[in-house]
């Protein structure tokens, strides 16, 4: 575990009411480690590093909780405003894996949120310091010049070689389902503005949660946990159809994926394995029987909103933190696969890369344990020139290796249109 930020510095931390409306948030970044939690034009941007910590291994979440507990322990709050995401907020972004893969937590120096009708800038440093005016115009992020693609760890003919084997393993009775993922490498001309992709992503993926902490990124479409005053939700996705762009046709096709046995059953483990893990936790809880098709520009899915109520305790601050829950939640059958011991073995087995932070828990989380963990999905992670984009396929028994591979360069798409022009 390293941090960074002294520790025996107190923290003053200072949230404010702001006049509403003022233009987009993600137009408010500049490019000084940028954070983003956003959807529908609502959510949380942030910059600058207050403080930071990196975790890694099987105690990656607890070591970053407990770190985040002793920050918050020597921050002098004074919050305003007094909603979730307000007072001392942090950004995060896990690992997917025991091993390998570095996971992050950072205390940005300044946050703006926006929910409903009300908005808030919070800072966090030393009282006396002066900040820049946090709503000024920046100049905007520029088009990376020259992106080209190539393949990742594996082409396409090597992954669906994987995916067979995969499919053979499942009927041989060793596993239920595997999620079974692959990556494209993008390198530009110059060093890549991760606030380009963002805006893109943002304007084009409203209904989904484009997020950014510490390289990684994406428009997540699926929810692991969100925690609010003691509700508890998740958003389960499994079992995919492509768009085709007319929408009579997806219309047509939004009701074949709503019957289709295969597609159910993935969905099915996927529900079940979120349930199971929340109980523990909760008292009461509401599992819809039946998913819904959830329409997203470029594919469709299934998908299930669970519900629940978070145990009370004596002490606000001691009942189960939304990173809790996303530990207790990841790996999901959505990204892992049934059971979920055999399908990440089968992962680290078969796979053939290191998922890094993809498909791992990322989000924010408040000094009252409230915040939402998305899985970072449709995603990628950027350094300099060069960006990791990532997707992947739940693989049942009848899966074919073709349109599993259909299906991930239609998961690419999101990231892959938001490095081009607007
Ligand atoms: C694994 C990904 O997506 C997951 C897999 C899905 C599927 O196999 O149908 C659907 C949504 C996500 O839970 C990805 O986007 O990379």
């Known amino acids: ?131 820049d005016d946090p709503l000024a115009e920046r100049p905007t992020a520029a088009v990376p010049p020259g992106v080209s693609f190539t393949d990742g760890a594996l082409n396409g003919e090597e992954w669906m070689s994987v995916v067979a084997d995969a499919v053979a393993r499942i009927g041989s009775g060793a596993l239920e389902k595997v999620v079974l993922a692959r990556d494209l490498v993008a390198t530009s001309d110059t060093p890549i503005d991760v606030r380009w992709p963002l805006q893109r992503l943002a304007a084009t993926y409203p209904m989904c949660w484009t997020f950014h902490v510490d390289g990684m990124f994406g428009a997540t479409p699926e929810m692991l946990v969100r925690r609010e005053r003691g509700l508890v939700t998740s958003r389960v996705l499994a079992g995919t159809i492509r768009r085709t762009g007319d929408d009579g046709r997806d219309l047509a096709l939004a009701a074949t994926l709503a019957r289709s046995s295969k597609d159910l059953e993935e969905h099915e483990y996927a529900v079940r394995s979120v349930a199971e893990a929340l109980e523990p936790h909760c008292s009461g809880m509401n599992v819809p029987e039946a998913p819904f098709v959830l329409h997203l520009p470029n594919v469709m899915h299934l998908a299930t909103d669970v519900a629940g109520v978070v145990h009370a305790a004596e002490h606000p601050e001691r009942s189960v933190s939304s990173l809790e829950l996303a530990e207790a939640l990841h790996p999901s059958a959505a990204v892992g696969g049934t059971p979920t011991p055999d399908a990440v073995a089968l992962i680290a087995e078969i796979e053939g890369m290191d998922r890094g932070r993809y498909a791992g828990p990322v989000g924010w989380m408040d000094a009252s344990g409230d915040g939402e963990w998305g899985i970072a999905l449709r995603s990628a992670e ?41």
């Open 1 to 131: 575990m390293t941090t960074s930020a002294p520790h025996d510095e107190a923290l003053v931390v200072r949230t404010v009411a702001l006049d509403l409306p003022f233009g987009d948030l993600v137009d408010l970044l500049p490019d000084d480690a940028p954070v983003t939690w956003l959807r529908r034009g609502e959510g949380l941007v942030g910059w600058g590093v207050a403080a930071m910590v990196r975790t890694s291994g099987p105690t990656r979440f607890s070591d970053a909780a407990k770190w985040w507990s002793e920050t918050v322990a020597r921050a002098l709050v004074t919050d305003e405003v007094v909603e979730p995401g307000t007072g001392p907020v942090c950004f995060g972004s896990f690992a997917f894996a025991d091993e390998p893969g570095d996971s992050v937590l950072v205390l940005p120096r300044v946050v703006v949120g926006h929910r409903g009708d009300r908005a808030w800038l919070t800072t966090v440093g030393p009282a006396a310091d002066r900040l």
């Open 382 to 422: 950027v350094e300099g020139r060069t960006v990791r984009l990532f997707a992947g396929c739940g693989i049942v028994a009848d899966s074919v290796p073709e349109a599993e591979l259909a299906e991930a360069q239609a998961k690419f798409v999101p990231v892959r249109d938001a490095l081009g022009p607007a």
